[in-house]
């Protein structure tokens, strides 16, 4: 065959057809060829533009000279329409706007071909196409590797994208193609972006690397299933999972990422099974939002190469560890947020550098038969609200096996910590607790180390071999209930149980019986020295806080009642001290309003000025609503109740959404016992904690009436307006502002004209939805700026009219 020419061997039955054909170009060689023809290519450069609408194979010459290159100047080199063959071809685009290879219908193979292009795609599926591609390479630094689109499929087998200016592979509008040991790699996008209803990926056997982006992005309610696959080496997130999306990971391996190895957030959904996290620069999974979950199975997390702790939940998200080991990490596991929640079974967390399990601002961790070593602390609950439990769990080699503080009442059962250098147990700032059948034995300190403030009960414990004593107990607050110890350092302040009941509000160590050495609860000893206390930071003046008010978005007329009483409280301290009578002035407050408008910031601001102006002893917020005040059976509302009520001393109760304690169709509802009980505190500690409390304007007024005493205690109401949308724009600019960001000509007015359309129905959140809006804007400018090969500085600031969301 001479070069450039097309040689075409004719399968048809017809007489008149010639058995085989020579022609001087494609096009001519496809015109006359038909079904089951094959087309034989010489080596050659052939600039047509082909489209195959036949059943033919087409191919380069065996053992030719040199590569068959389809190469047009512009367009689409290569269309196919048809169940064809395609075989040893190179095709070259040079049109930015247009796939080198474009497949919209029928199931052709396409073996062995060379994609080396500048083009929007390098191979494009599109529609009904189901094709077969085996041992396939694409180079396309200008666009996507590979793009399978609008409901198309099909098979990737050992194909390999050496290089792509955006995504390696991208699958979009229900798209399902099935990737069978393919190479993604040195992709400036994402590796893998799976993203829209309908949209699903399987990979086998895949490797993804060396991406500038997310190594797999999976958004929209897009899914995808990866099997024996490894994703590393990547600039961002390793994984990330936003919207609805949902990933199953068998067998694969994440590693040698410089950010969290998988990111997930709004409601989406990981399944992990035998797989391996491991080298990461922050979290190891990292899981945010309400309806977002993780359940990893019999995996690994390891290795952590930065300060982040290893499982982050957070938001009101849920993560699930079942027989998973996490190692070498600076902390293990964090857990915090109201709502968020951890469970962890039969699994392994060592070699932590600080703290293996915490939990925080009201999340909740269950542990069963788990087993903690080496680590500073082994679990840590920190704060009111925090809580969970832990059951059947083994402790050994840490400072302190457990540490509740500031009001967070876990259920510890059947746990044993073993060679403590510190304690045990430890409960301090007024932490509470349950302790069940739990063991401390070869402490370095106390097995249980209990102080003053601290409600909590030890039922059937143990201690052996502790360095300082068994028991350290406060005068106060803790019950301990059929506790034995194997030594005479039992320390409490109580000498026997002959003391105080717990309704007394004494400590009771009932029965503290021995299987051998203990015979008899010994004397207490002198008590320990208590630390000295932290140096508390200064306050400020009440012009500072008053300054930082007026910096706020509108709000104008609560800027003026705030002023307006902190006017008359300082007068009135200046009254005093000049020998006059001054005006009491009611410091309770309702705060009205819509959510969003500022009410909590404004309650922090008044708290710091009543500190200031020496009214208030510390002006710290404490933030409660229904969930904290009222309890499931009689009696607990009330005691919830006076424990907020003791923690906000000196300071102020918020008290959100108020209304809910006094439902409409309250009957047997316990919230006006914690409506009762608040008006009495406020009553007989009149000077120790001012109470807001706050809700939406016309239930507000209901709550007024619930009462006799409620709308005496509140004289004043500060009603908080919706933000118009100028105010909602300024709090645009702010947050740009904060994020480096940058509002383009034009983008102001849209932004009005965004805001005075928004429906300001039950749902517009005021300020949280201006932040809202900016969030989106900046997930639209990203896959935006994403597409571009090399943005500019413009680029990668400036928010534009288009980046705003749909109006709801």
């Not at 299933?225 to 390793?238: C, E, I, K, M, N």
Request: charged share 25%.
């Amino acid at each position: 065959m001479a070069q450039g020419t097309v040689q075409v061997t004719h399968t048809g039955t017809s007489r008149w057809r010639r058995r085989t054909g020579e022609y001087p170009s494609l096009a001519a060689a496809l015109e006359a060829a038909g079904d089951g023809d094959v087309l034989t290519v010489a080596p050659g450069t052939y600039r047509e533009n082909l489209v195959v609408r036949r059943a033919v194979t087409l191919r380069g010459a065996e053992g030719g000279a040199g590569p068959v290159r389809i190469a047009p100047p512009d367009g689409v080199p290569l269309t196919v329409r048809a169940s064809v063959v395609l075989q040893d071809l190179h095709v070259e685009g040079q049109d930015v706007a247009a796939p080198a290879l474009l497949v919209e219908d029928g199931t052709p193979e396409l073996l062995d071909l060379r994609i080396m292009t500048r083009s929007a795609a390098g191979i494009e599926v599109r529609g009904a196409a189901r094709p077969t591609v085996r041992r396939c390479t694409v180079d396309n630094a200008a666009g996507i590797g590979i793009a399978v689109l609008d409901g198309a499929g099909g098979v990737f087998e050992e194909c390999e994208v050496v290089s792509a200016g955006q995504a390696g592979v991208s699958v979009r509008g229900g798209a399902h193609p099935r990737l069978e040991r393919c190479r993604v790699h040195h992709a400036s996008g994402a590796g893998i972006a799976v993203t829209g209803e309908g949209s699903a990926l399987e990979g086998v056997g895949c490797e993804v690397y060396e991406i500038k982006g997310a190594g797999l992005q999976i958004a929209s309610r897009g899914t995808a299933h990866l099997t024996d696959s490894s994703v590393h080496r990547t600039s961002a997130d390793g994984i990330t999972l936003d919207t609805d999306a949902v990933l199953t990971l068998s067998d694969c391996d994440i590693h040698d990422v410089p950010e969290n190895a998988v990111d997930l957030r709004s409601r989406s959904v990981l399944t992990l099974t035998r797989s391996t996290v491991r080298r990461f620069g922050r979290n190891g999974l990292s899981v945010w939002d309400p309806g977002t979950r993780v359940d990893a199975n019999q995996c690994e997390i390891h290795d952590s190469t930065g300060d982040y702790p290893a499982v982050w939940v957070s938001d009101g998200a849920t993560a699930v560890l079942d027989a998973c080991r996490v190692h070498d990490v600076p902390d293990a596991l964090f857990v915090l947020d109201r709502g968020s929640r951890v469970d962890v079974v039969d699994s392994d967390l060592s070699q932590v550098r600080n703290t293996a399990v915490s939990v925080s601002d009201g999340a909740t961790a269950q542990l069963d038969d788990c087993r903690i070593r080496e680590a500073s602390t082994g679990a840590w609950f920190r704060d009111h609200g925090s809580g969970g439990t832990l059951a059947g769990c083994a402790i050994d080699s840490v400072q302190t096996g457990v540490i509740v503080t500031k009001g967070a009442d876990p259920t510890i059962e059947r746990c044993t910590v073993t060679s403590p250098a510190e304690a045990g147990f430890y409960v301090s700032a007024e932490g509470r607790g349950s302790f069940h059948g739990c063991r401390v034995t070869g402490s370095g300190g106390y097995g249980f180390h209990v102080t003053d403030g601290c409600r909590t009960t030890l039922r059937k414990c143990r201690t052996e071999r502790c360095a300082r004593g068994g028991y350290e107990f406060p005068e106060e607050g803790a019950v301990a209930e059929e506790c034995t110890s194997d030594e005479s350092a039992v320390r409490s302040s109580v000498p026997d149980s002959s003391g105080p009941s717990p309704a007394g509000g004494g400590t009771v160590l009932a029965e503290m019986r021995t299987a051998g050495l203990l015979g008899t609860v010994p004397a207490s000893r002198p008590p320990v020295a208590a630390p000295e206390p932290q140096p508390v930071p200064a306050a400020r003046s009440s012009q500072d806080v008053l300054g930082e008010l007026d910096a706020l978005v509108g709000l104008e007329s609560v800027k003026h009642e705030v002023r307006t009483l902190t006017n008359m409280i300082e007068v009135g301290r200046r009254r005093r001290e000049a020998g006059f009578k001054a005006a009491s002035v009611r410091r309770h407050l309702v705060f009205t309003g819509n959510p969003g408008t500022g009410k909590t910031t404004v309650a922090r601001l008044y708290g710091e000025i009543l500190a200031s102006l020496g009214v208030l002893e510390r002006g710290h917020l404490v933030e409660v609503s229904r969930v904290d005040l009222v309890g499931e059976h009689i009696g607990s509302t009330a005691i919830r109740t006076q424990e907020a009520f003791d923690r906000a001393r000196g300071g102020v109760l918020f008290v959100d959404e108020a209304y809910a304690l006094s439902p409409e169709d309250s009957g047997r509802d316990f919230g006006r016992e914690a409506i009762d009980t608040l008006v009495k505190l406020m009553e007989d500690h009149r000077e120790a904690v001012v109470v807001i409390v706050a809700g939406y304007t016309a239930e507000m007024e209901r709550f007024l009436t619930v009462n006799p005493g409620v709308a005496s205690r509140f004289s004043r109401t500060i009603t908080f307006g919706d933000y118009e949308p100028e105010e909602l724009l300024r709090i645009v600019g702010q947050q740009a502002d904060e994020h480096e960001y940058r509002l383009a000509p034009g983008t102001d007015g849209a932004l009005l004209a965004y805001f005075a359309k928004l429906p300001k129905g039950p749902a517009f959140g005021n300020g949280r939805t201006a932040r809202q809006t900016f969030e989106s804007m900046v997930e639209r400018h990203a896959g935006r700026v994403a597409a571009l090969g090399e943005p500019s500085t413009d680029d990668l600031t400036l928010l534009y009219p288009d980046d705003l969301p749909e109006l709801p």
